[in-house]
T-cell receptor, first 113, second 113 residues
Framework: AQTVTQSQPEMSVQEAETVTLSCTYDTSENNYYLFWYKQPPSRQMILVIR??????QNATENRFSVNFQKAAKSFSLKISDSQLGDTAMYFC??????????FGTGTSLTVIP | EAGVAQSPRYKIIEKRQSVAFWCNPI?????LYWYQQILGQGPKLLIQ????????DSQLPKDRFSAERLKGVDSTLKIQPAKLEDSAVYLC???????????FGEGSWLTVV
């Protein structure tokens, strides 16, 4: 069975600082994709970053980067230079090609001015 | 490029009534998903379509929920009769193929009273 675990229900960070959100997953598959989605109060899920498991290089998107540790089945999200607009729920998601997405329970991030 | 469109955005109904949600995916996206997100939880897949065929509906409560995707484009999710525990946001999402990133609509908020 595929599972995604986010062990930090809530986190906060000072504006302009860096924060890391944790995510672990469990799977016996070798080829899969990992995602971080952001969900602001409007509840629309917005893709933040995506990582293919076959790629060793960590994905980066502007202020967002991941630390992908395949052996440890860990996929953390680092947000640099945090901005007030980063305040949202963040969901880690996992997908084996052709199959459904599995979402974690989310981490509520608050950026403090 | 237009995103995933959903309507209505908000709906309040009494228990035992029925409700229908509509989704128009991104143009050209063959795969369409309906997720249920209860407050404080991650999204849960209800049903996944590939074109107009059902790929996965294992978590769809078929005694009260139904969904269709006629002509492989728009989709409708129906709940009849609604229960209090159906109060949630219903997210529609689409992807080019079953292996790609999924893109979400803004969601349809349902409150059952």
């Amino acid at each position: 069975a595929q599972t995604v675990t986010q062990s930090q229900p809530e986190m906060s960070v000072q504006e302009a600082e860096t924060v890391t959100l944790s995510c672990t997953y469990d799977t016996s598959e070798n080829n899969y994709y990992l995602f971080w989605y952001k969900q602001p109060p409007s509840r629309q899920m917005i893709l933040v970053i995506r990582q293919e498991a076959y790629k060793q290089q960590n994905a980066t998107e502007n202020r967002f980067s991941v630390n992908f540790q395949k052996a440890a089945k860990s996929f953390s999200l680092k947000i640099s230079d945090s901005q007030l607009g980063d305040t949202a729920m963040y969901f880690c998601a996992f997908r084996v090609t052709g199959n459904q997405f599995y979402f974690g329970t989310g981490t509520s991030l608050t950026v403090i001015p | 490029e237009a995103g995933v469109a959903q309507s209505p955005r908000y709906k309040i109904i009494e228990k035992r009534q029925s409700v229908a949600f509509w989704c128009n995916p991104i143009s050209g996206h063959a795969t369409l998903y309906w997720y249920q997100q209860i407050l404080g939880q991650g999204p849960k897949l209800l049903i996944q379509f590939q074109n107009n065929g059902v790929v996965d509906d294992s978590q769809l409560p078929k005694d009260r929920f139904s969904a269709e995707r006629l002509k492989g484009v728009d989709s409708t999710l129906k709940i009849q009769p609604a229960k209090l525990e159906d109060s949630a946001v219903y997210l529609c999402a689409s992807s080019l193929t079953a292996g790609n990133t999924i893109y979400f609509g803004e969601g349809s908020w349902l409150t059952v009273v």
